[in-house]
């Protein structure tokens, strides 16, 4: 899909937009990071997100992708042609859901305290 437009609208600290960015670097998929000040929130991610305001936003050609799993998910599915992100066992697959599910109760909790902090 090289006539794509992808943009990911993120905080660099977010651990939640680092899920995104790992899913599209690992797929190869070539973006265009946008910055976003959280205390200053651009149009932009105000018109993508109108819901929750919240990053990280995908935008794939015009049309707006939010919540971090759901976009990992987005990404595998529409860049198929490259590796897949979960194993095609399901055993396995069930293995990489258990260590991701793990990772968000575990580590994410602690850094998503550390990042409320920062962003305060």
């Known amino acids: 899909m090289a006539s794509d437009q992808v ?21 190869g998929v070539k973006y265009e990071y946008s910055e976003e000040d959280l205390r200053n929130k651009s149009a932009l991610l105000l018109q993508m997100n109108p819901v929750n305001k ?7 050609n015009g049309k707006p992708v939010c919540e971090s799993l759901i ?14 992100l ?3 066992d399901p055993y396995q697959r069930a293995q990489s859901r258990f260590w991701a599910d793990f990772v968000d109760k575990k ?3 602690f850094a998503l305290k550390e990042f409320h902090l920062f962003c305060s």
């Open 7 to 27: 943009t990911l609208l993120d905080f660099w600290p977010s651990p939640f937009g680092m899920r995104a960015r790992l899913a599209l670097a690992e797929k």
């Open 54 to 60: 919240q990053i990280p936003v995908l935008v794939h």
């Open 71 to 84: 976009i990992v998910q987005y990404i595998d599915e529409v860049w198929k042609d490259s590796a897949p």
């Open 86 to 88: 979960l194993p095609s």
């Open 107 to 109: 580590v994410c909790f």
